[in-house]
């Protein structure tokens, strides 16, 4: 049979990442590329004791369907989590979960824009967010970063000038703390610079938070949402860097006409999240699990970062990198000359792989850019990774 596909479906491309992904089983390869937690965090021993425990006491329930908006457990547990560790405000009304926060990523582009209208991201932004953009036909505006994210200046202008030829972005989406791609990390008074703007403009924000327990360096900076006095906030959490990314359970906190519109969408995407990742998550934090393997998951990956960024230090010549104070990535830019797209297949063939900073972007992207994820590799593997890299450009610019 020859299948015919829908127009929508030529604008949808696997993403770079996906590709990546052959490369890194090829023997000897130190790959870069992924964003994998590494599987050494995953708390296997202690999740299968919690598996006997919910298969011994509520098999009937976590194996059954469960309501659309979540378990009302872990959501009771959730408003109290968030409370206390985030100094965020809400009643489980506020809360939905979700089949990993992609599924949210997925959603609010179809919930809050039409085809055709626009977005505000950061630029280089979250690439589930771009595919989840290009999907549901919705277009973006990149605001550029600096090493404190978002420049929100430039948004003002932005939103101004998008003003003044009568368009409204329909949310500015945002990764503040330890973004993905860019490491970058938003400080306190830039974070209450972007909600003024969003009040000025009334633009609701979607905060993305997948990071934000993952600190391994510097103060702790309040959320978006635990800053936000007129409901501009919807806000999006995870159970995948802090517990295992293959439960996919995440969480969206909102307000109750959000979520009421979310939830008729859910409806038709998945009926209802996960009911035995959902119980597996809510024993993970009643049993204070949770508090033993975050601290576990920070030393592994600081002692990580500071590996890559001493290698860099060491290493790297003509090129600047983030810093970043948490999270799983950092972001390199080389010289402006550079593209780091075309040099991915020296760098193939010098056995290490890297994803080019293009494919965080909608629209001129900066070619010199690359994102390293310095969680997975070994140690070893991290600082030889390093030092290929650095012979792979030193190489490339001596061709141009
Ligand atoms: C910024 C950002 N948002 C969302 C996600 C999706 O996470 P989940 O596993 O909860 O779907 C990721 C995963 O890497 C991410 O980096």
Not at 281 to 304: C, M, N, S, V, W
Not at 357 to 383: C, Q, V, W
């Amino acid at each position: 049979m020859k299948f015919e596909f829908s127009d929508n479906m030529k604008n949808l491309k696997s993403s770079e990442i996906r590709e990546l992904l052959k490369y890194i089983h090829m023997p000897g390869m130190i790959s870069f590329g992924g964003g994998l937690p590494n599987p050494e965090t995953f708390p296997s021993k202690e999740l299968k004791d919690i598996l006997d425990d919910i298969m011994d006491n509520y098999a009937s329930s976590a194996l059954q369907y469960g309501q659309t908006e979540g378990l009302p457990e872990l959501k009771d547990q959730l408003a109290e989590y968030l409370k206390r560790d985030e100094n965020i405000n809400v009643a489980p009304e506020n809360i939905m979960l979700t089949t990993g926060s992609q599924q949210a990523l997925y959603a609010l582009p179809i919930i809050f824009a039409n085809p055709g209208e626009y977005v505000v991201t950061e630029a280089p932004t979250y690439v589930g967010m771009l595919s989840s953009l290009t999907a549901n036909q919705v277009k973006s505006v990149g605001v550029s970063m600096d090493d404190e994210g978002m420049i929100t200046t430039e948004l003002e202008d932005k939103l101004r000038d998008l003003k003044s030829r009568g368009t409204k972005p329909k949310f500015i989406y945002t990764i503040p703390t330890f973004q993905n791609p860019a490491g970058y990390t938003m400080p306190l008074d830039r974070r209450k610079h972007l909600l003024e703007i969003a009040e000025q403009y009334d633009i609701p924000i979607i905060e993305d938070n997948p990071y934000g327990d993952l600190r391994y360096s510097g103060q702790k900076i309040p959320t978006l949402k635990s800053l936000d006095k007129n409901e501009m906030v919807t806000y999006l959490g995870t159970f995948s860097k802090i517990m295992a990314p293959g439960l996919r359970t995440g969480f969206t906190v909102s307000q109750p006409e959000v979520l009421d519109e979310f939830n008729k969408l859910k409806q038709a995407m998945d009926l209802a999240t996960n009911s035995l990742s959902q119980y597996i998550a809510y024993e993970y934090i009643r049993k204070g699990i949770i508090y033993k393997q975050i601290p576990k998951t920070i030393d592994l990956y600081r002692k990580k970062r500071d590996i890559m960024l001493e290698a860099l230090d060491d290493y790297m010549e003509d090129a600047t990198w983030s810093r970043p104070d948490g999270g799983m990535f950092l972001w390199v830019k080389l010289s402006k000359n550079m593209d780091a797209f075309k040099m991915l297949k020296r760098a193939i063939n010098n056995k290490v792989a890297y994803v080019t900073g293009s494919a965080f972007y909608h629209n001129e992207p900066e070619l010199n850019t690359m994102r390293l994820n310095f969680t997975y590799s070994s140690d070893e593997d991290i600082k030889e990774g390093i030092k290929r890299l650095a012979k792979t450009i030193k190489e490339e610019k001596q061709s141009l």
